[in-house]
């Protein structure tokens, strides 16, 4: 089936920094890539849609200039946590979906723990 | 306000107990699809519905989706410890692949 990659799994930085998480699709092509968010014992949240090629669609209440979502070809898009700080601390997750009809053909990445200092 | 209702959110309950997992909503979705979550990994898709009424079947659970496409419930016959995991159930009103969760289900199975 189809993979995708998220990377880093992990990553710890100081208060301040920039961290950017890839997401990508192995083996098939992404025109549409979803970013969310969970915080410790909780449901995922949808933080933004990303296209290729233009730009991301956020949800309320997510900061575009604070995530910043580039989705720059058919396999790849990177969100870019800048100034992270301690409450941007969360686990970020990554799907695509596959250019067919149907609902079943979406895959998550296996996640990014980041922790801010 | 939480569009997609998950109850119960934590349930413990002995090995070999059955259990019921519900996700409510005032929306029609066009897919709902629910998922098992490990800790620090991504959601695993266990299944997806789409037509109102209809019934799967996974081994030992049960899903189905109302009628009206506005509900779903999980059902686990016999439950084991390595059922044991954070249930999600997430719905697509538009068929764009973009997921609302609803609040996820902490199960416990004891041995």
């Known amino acids: 089936g189809a993979v995708v990659s998220q990377h880093p799994s992990w990553v710890i930085c100081k208060s301040g920094t920039s961290v950017k998480i890839e997401c990508r699709s192995l083996?098939?092509?992404?025109?549409?890539m979803f970013w969310y968010r969970q915080f410790p014992k909780q449901s995922l949240m949808l933080m933004a849609t990303?296209?290729?090629?233009?730009?991301?669609?956020?949800e309320q209440g997510v900061e575009k200039d604070k995530f910043l979502i580039n989705h720059a070809s058919l396999t790849l898009s990177t969100l870019t946590v800048t100034s992270a700080h301690p409450e941007d601390s969360s686990f970020y997750i990554c799907?695509?979906?596959?250019?067919?009809?149907?609902?079943?053909?979406?895959?998550f990445g296996s996640g990014t723990q980041l922790s801010v200092l | 306000t939480q569009l997609l209702e998950q109850s119960p959110q934590f349930l413990s309950i002995q090995e070999g107990e059955n259990l019921t997992v519900y996700c409510n909503s005032s929306?029609?979705?066009?897919?709902l699809q629910w998922y098992r979550q490990e800790p620090g990994e991504g959601p695993v898709l266990l299944v997806t519905?789409?037509?109102?009424?209809e019934v799967k079947k996974l081994k030992r659970l049960t899903f189905q989706f109302g009628d009206a496409r506005k509900d779903s419930s999980l059902h686990i016959t016999a439950a084991q410890p390595g059922d044991t995991g954070l249930y999600l159930c997430?719905?697509?009103?538009?068929?764009?692949?973009?997921?609302?969760f609803g609040q996820g289900t902490t199960l416990q199975v004891k041995p």
């Open positions: 799907s695509a979906r596959t250019p067919t009809a149907s609902n079943e053909k979406l895959f």
């Open positions: 083996d098939f092509q992404a025109t549409t």
């Open positions: 990303s296209n290729e090629g233009s730009k991301a669609t956020y």
């Open positions: 929306s029609v979705f066009s897919s």
């Open positions: 519905v789409v037509t109102g009424g």
């Open positions: 997430a719905g697509d009103q538009s068929n764009t692949g973009k997921l609302i």
